[in-house]
């Protein structure tokens, strides 16, 4: 989808729901059995129950309609700094994430320990 989104861009997808409204313009990620992948593309045709995608570089619309049901979500943010950070520093970030919750927990144990004492 470039130029619209960049390599390694995070983008967050509302998921499909029965009452979710596809227009022509839309950014739309949708689940290709053929390739069996997740694809993001945006609508530029819809005839009936056919959706028809095309990626921003693409010169040519996808060959294959979409049907609703392989539709997975519409794009409604995308954030490339968030992506980069993903990307580079997935584990370092995991790992901090992790010892924020150790230590939430301690301190919340600490917290209730505190307080049974002072009751009794």
């Not at 010169?59 to 954030?79: A, M």
């Not at 301690?106 to 209730?112: K, N, P």
Request: net charge negative; charged share 25%; no cysteine.
């Amino acid at each position: 989808m470039q130029p619209t989104f960049n390599i390694n861009e995070l983008i967050l997808v509302r998921k499909n729901n029965k009452n979710t409204q596809y227009l022509v313009g839309d950014i739309i990620t949708y689940y290709d059995k053929e390739i069996d992948i997740d694809v993001t593309h945006r609508i530029v045709q819809i005839d009936g129950e056919k959706i028809y995608t095309k990626g921003d570089y693409n010169n040519s619309r996808d060959l294959n309609p979409v049907t609703e049901e392989q539709i997975v979500g519409k794009v409604i943010y995308n954030s490339y700094f968030l992506g980069y950070l993903y990307v580079n520093y997935r584990f370092i970030i995991i790992a901090l994430i992790i010892i924020a919750i150790i230590a939430f927990n301690i301190l919340l144990e600490d917290t209730r320990r505190e307080k049974l004492i002072q009751s009794v």
